[in-house]
């Protein structure tokens, strides 16, 4: 019974984690990477299409991501989409295909950045704590309806802390990873 509640509170914290990663690679560090663009709709045949299935991506340079339509009819609505989204990034194109040039960040905008993946991991701080608060909200009712002992609902208590522990130390070190890698360039 305390296993499965231990799976499903460490299920929904690794589900968080994913979350956290996702949003983290949608930061723009001063760095080409097809990330950036996971995020960016492109309204074409009357629905909303992920770029990556509208075209192929390539980082030829460090700093440039190109994006080749499969059909060239899609280069004007992906460019638009590219201008319009939160990069805050103008596109070219050179008939062919789109271009982005990642511009170097300033150290302000750097110093922005982070300050906004702390608040971002803190968010997610907030979401393992209430995975670890229901976890233990279910090992008291577990308790009161006699189904384990007090003992057993302290242990409890006690393993659910170890893993928010532990996933609360995950978060810390992708904040480290991504400040590291905004600060870098």
């Known amino acids: 019974m305390l296993d499965d509640l231990y799976a499903d509170v460490k299920d929904r914290m690794n589900k968080t984690i994913e979350v956290t990663k996702r949003e983290f690679n949608s930061i723009r560090t001063g760095r080409a990477t097809p990330a950036l663009l996971d995020g960016i709709n492109v309204e ?4 909303n299409m992920k770029i990556n299935q509208l075209a192929t991506i390539a980082i030829p340079q460090p700093r440039t991501i190109m994006i080749t ?19 805050n990034i103008t596109p070219r194109n050179d008939g062919n295909r789109v271009i982005i040039e990642i511009p170097a960040l300033t150290e302000e905008r750097r110093e922005e950045l982070a300050k906004q ?69």
């Open 44 to 47: 074409i045949y009357g629905s």
């Open 69 to 87: 339509p499969f059909d060239k009819n899609n280069l004007s609505p992906i460019e638009r989409a590219v201008s319009t989204s939160e990069l």
């Open 117 to 185: 993946v702390r608040k971002k991991a803190e968010e997610k701080k907030i979401a393992i704590r209430n995975v670890r608060r229901d976890g233990n909200d279910e090992c008291k009712m577990y308790e009161e309806e006699k189904e384990i002992s007090e003992d057993d609902c302290k242990r409890g208590k006690d393993k659910i802390q170890e893993i928010t522990n532990e996933y609360i130390k995950k978060i810390d070190e992708l904040v480290e990873a991504k400040v590291n890698e905004i600060m870098e360039f």
